[in-house]
C-alpha cells in the first residue's frame, strides 16, 4: 500500500465510539520530490472521494451506514512546512466536501535502526483514539468486487434462563 496504488484503498477502520469510519491513505513516501508527491495525494484523494461517492463504501460495510466519513492521512516521514500547508488546503476541501479529515504521522525511523534526535518540546493536538476495529479487505482487490465484511457470529437463540445467585436466594427465603 503506497500513494503509487491509486486505485487501492489502504485501509478502512471504525470507531463505534464516535460512531465514525476512517477511509485511509497510508503514505509510505518521503518529500524529495515534492510535485510528484502533491500530484499522487490528489489522485489518491479523488480516488477515495470516488470510491465513498459511488456509494461502494456503504455497499462494501453497510454496518457503517449513518457513520461520518473522515479521510486519514498517515505519514511515515516528516513533512516539510510547505507539504504541511498543501495537506491543511486538501482538509479545507474534504471539509467543504462534507468528510472529517486529519492526519496521523508514523515515526519508523527507530524501528529502522535510524539515530533521531529527540525534540526538546513536542507540541501535541489532542487527537481521538485511533479506530477500534479495523476492517481488512484485500488491498490488492478491485474496489468493485469488495462486497461484504466479517461479522461476529450471531448470539444463540436459546432463552437463558434466569437463575438467582445464591446469596440472593438466601436472602429472598430468610
Known amino acids: 500500500m503506497s500513494l503509487h496504488d491509486v486505485e487501492v484503498i489502504d485501509y478502512i477502520g471504525v470507531n463505534i465510539l464516535f460512531k465514525r469510519v476512517y477511509v485511509g491513505i497510508f503514505d509510505d513516501l518521503d518529500w524529495r520530490d515534492e510535485r510528484e508527491h502533491r500530484r499522487l495525494l490528489t489522485k489518491k484523494i479523488d ?10 463504501l456503504l455497499t462494501s460495510y453497510p454496518n457503517v451506514r449513518g457513520y461520518e466519513i473522515a479521510i486519514e492521512y498517515v505519514s511515515t516521514h516528516p513533512m516539510p512546512p510547505a507539504a504541511l500547508e498543501f495537506w491543511k488546503s486538501r482538509e479545507r476541501i474534504l471539509s467543504e466536501a462534507g468528510y472529517k479529515a486529519q492526519i496521523r504521522g508514523v515515526d519508523v525511523r527507530h524501528s529502522l535502526g535510524m539515530a533521531v534526535e529527540q525534540p526538546e518540546q513536542v507540541r501535541v493536538e489532542p487527537v481521538e483514539p485511533p479506530a477500534l476495529e479495523v476492517l481488512d479487505v484485500d488491498p490488492r482487490a478491485p474496489l468493485a468486487e469488495i462486497t461484504d465484511i466479517s461479522r461476529p457470529a450471531p448470539m444463540p437463540s436459546a432463552p437463558h434462563r434466569l437463575r438467582g445467585m445464591p446469596v440472593l436466594r438466601r436472602l429472598a427465603a430468610g
Open 47 to 56: 480516488s477515495y472521494i470516488g470510491y465513498i461517492r459511488s456509494g461502494q
